[in-house]
């Protein structure tokens, strides 16, 4: 453990992050694990919302730093082909 004062408050900083990046990376997984059930069952009408609801979750997510921009483009890209077709 830590005996430096600065030192100790980035160990609660990165214990901070690491809680928040968890909780979006968790929840863009979910909004992902969900479209693809909803392709899976055929349901185009429900997919389309969900993948609304992904590309907010997902945007959200690169915004904060917790994925990297290139990552959520290709896979929204890839959902939204899943979707045509």
């Known amino acids: 453990m830590a005996n430096i004062k600065s030192a100790i408050k980035r160990v609660d900083i990165a ?3 690491e809680a928040r ?3 979006l990376n968790s929840g863009v997984k979910t909004a ?3 479209f ?3 392709i899976q069952a055929g349901n185009k009408d ?3 919302d969900l993948l ?3 590309d907010k979750k997902i945007k959200n997510a690169t915004k ?3 994925m990297h921009k290139n990552k959520a483009a290709r896979t ?3 959902m939204a082909k899943t979707l045509v077709k």
């Open 64 to 66: 904060k730093g917790v």
């Open 46 to 48: 429900e997919a389309k």
């Open 21 to 23: 990046n968890r909780s």
């Open 15 to 17: 214990r901070k992050n």
């Open 32 to 34: 992902i694990r969900k």
């Open 76 to 78: 929204l890209s890839k």
């Open 36 to 38: 693809n059930e909803a």
């Open 52 to 54: 609304k609801a992904a």
